[in-house]
């Protein structure tokens, strides 16, 4: 049981009700992940045009899906979060991952795997060393990367590691529960960002502006 309540769609009000009708206009639909997020909508509001942009592809990103899923799923198989994983590895065949490459990225051999190429086990490896936090001792490491990956898709593939480093420990210590399959599979819809939907977005948050922001420091004076 989550350890946090979920704000469900129908009902919402106010900025939570925002935050879901901008939800809508980018990925079709308000998922899952940001029902509990929701309980800070604002915070949701920032942060969801970034992981969508990054993690998809078609919103501005220059790393092609498939890709950025193999480095999700090592980073999720890496910290054992379940509820990433497997909605990653849904999002990831959507992608064009293979089951047989998913066992081949979660294994620890991965980089003997004649299922994945030169330029994927390089980023899978990365991955792997920026979530052990090793990635600045391995120069090794970082010299494969670099012979198949420039400057911008190395920015991509380390942010989006570290990304999901991040949500991983969101979804394990608020005990994120996993959702059915056939839940989780709706997350194949948003595979593709149309850079009109972006626009969209940022257009229903401005035309939606809080005329209030929560004010910490006042409140910390009183």
Known sequence: ??????????????????????????????????????NSPLVAKMLLPFNAVLQRQGGGSVLPAKIKEMVVIKTSAVNGCA???????????????????????????Y???P?????????????????????????????????HFADAEIVELTLISGMFNMFNRFMDSLRIPLEP??????IKRSLDIDTENVRAYFETVLNNWPEEFPNPAAEAAE
């Open 1 to 38: 049981m989550a350890r946090i309540g979920k704000i469900e769609r129908e009902g919402a009000t106010g900025e939570t009700e925002r935050l879901f009708q901008a939800a809508e206009a980018l990925l079709g639909r308000a998922p899952n992940f940001y029902r509990y997020l929701a």
């Open 115 to 147: 299922l994945l190429s030169p330029r994927e086990k390089a980023a899978v490896q990365w991955a792997e060393h920026v979530t052990r936090n090793t990635a600045s001792k391995r120069d090794d490491v970082f010299a494969a990367l670099r012979e």
């Open 181 to 186: 399959q056939d839940e989780i599979d709706k």
């Open 111 to 113: 980089m003997n795997s």
């Open 83 to 109: 509820y990433c994983y497997a909605h990653n590895t849904s999002l990831g065949m959507a992608a064009g991952i293979t089951e047989e490459q998913v066992r081949a990225i979660d294994s620890d051999d």
